[in-house]
């Protein structure tokens, strides 16, 4: 059976594994023979332990192991790299999943915001990287960092979180060059709309949630949301099976970024030129 699995036997962080596309990556490579330790705030704790008993019970090949970890703290990301390696003895592959958005624009975000924001979503990426080095160079490793198609074209009201997120595609592509030296890949996934318990909690809020589902599908050139499992298959691409990858960004978009769409955020004026300063073509 071992010689069917994609990833038998390594050993796998994942943070922030309670929940959509990070639970779904944490099932995806236990089912493939992968030993996962996944995180999640101390809050998260009771949901996080019954997931552990529940894989550990399923009969897959891999095993779960759940840590409480706060991403933001430095202690807490070192004591979760301590406890895969006592649990484990190495290390193969971090994924770096933890991260969050919400609505905001440039004439309400605050300094504390856009802190906020980098320490979460960036700043947590590169301490757990920094720290899992050690021994992803040990076993010619990889790392696997959750960006976002936010930070690769931008996205409408998103002022703190799609910087973020275009600052994670360049460490991404940065730690691959630097790490090259030592064998181990650096890569990066950047999805598009995808249905987690999150984004339909959050359309069930809007006035018309049967409405904002159908025009976030309308975003993909597919013409549906991804789904977690999507995402975790590339993930699992990237970590078995993409071994001459590394400073790649993985688009799971449906094809949302290409193409021309409706742009335009206001009205256009009558008789206004492509300049903005346009004159009687008459005159000499």
Known sequence: MAGQLRYPGKVVIVTRGTAGIGLAI??????????????????????????????QNSGCPGDAYFEVCDVRKETDIKRLISATLERYGCLDCLVNNAGGSKIDKIDDVTAQDA??????NTLSILLASKYALPYLRETRGNIINLASIAGMIGAKDRMSYSPCKGAIIAMTKTLAIDESKYGVRVNCISPSVTKTPLLERNANQSPNPEATMQELKSYQLLGRL???EEVALAALYLAADGTFCTGFNLVVSGGAEIGFGKKAQVDSEPGSGAGGNSQDSSRK
Do not use: D, H
Request: some cysteine; glycine content about 8%; hydrophobic content about 40%.
């Open 26 to 55: 944490v099932r995806e490579f236990v089912r493939q023979g992968a030993n996962v330790v996944f995180c999640s705030i101390p809050s998260e704790a009771e949901k996080g332990q019954a997931i552990q008993r529940e894989l």
């Open 115 to 120: 802190r906020n924001a980098m320490e979460f």
């Open 226 to 228: 991804g789904t977690p």
